[in-house]
C-alpha cells in the first residue's frame, strides 16, 4: 500500500471514529434527561438536563416558568441542589411542594 493511500484511509478511519463519538453524546444525553426511579415505578424529570416540555409535565409548570427554569440552568451552570429550584421567580414553597417529588438533579 502507497503511504497516501494509508493516508486516506486513516482520515476516513478518524472521521468515523468522530461521528461515532458525537452519537454517542447525543444518545447520553438524551438519556440523562429522564431517570427512572424504579422503587416507586415513577419517571422522575431531571431539572438539570430536561426541556421545557419534559418541565411542563410537572404539576404547575407551564411555558413561562419552563423556559425561566431553563434559562436559570444556563446562567448559572446548572442546579446544585434541588432547593435551588426555588430561586427561579415563580417557584414558591407550594409549587416545590408539588414538584419536588418529581424531578432529580
Known sequence: ?????????AGIAGALLVMNAANLLRREQ?????????????????????????????????PALAE????????????????ELKRVRGIGEKIFARISSYIVL
Open 1 to 9: 500500500m502507497k503511504t497516501k493511500e494509508i493516508m486516506v484511509l
Open 30 to 62: 438524551r438519556r440523562r434527561s429522564v431517570e427512572l426511579v424504579v422503587e416507586h415505578g415513577q419517571v422522575k424529570y431531571s431539572i438539570n438536563c430536561a426541556s421545557a416540555a419534559e418541565l411542563q409535565e410537572l404539576p404547575g409548570i407551564g
Open 68 to 83: 425561566r427554569i431553563i434559562q436559570y440552568r444556563e446562567r448559572n451552570g446548572g442546579f446544585k441542589s434541588l432547593e
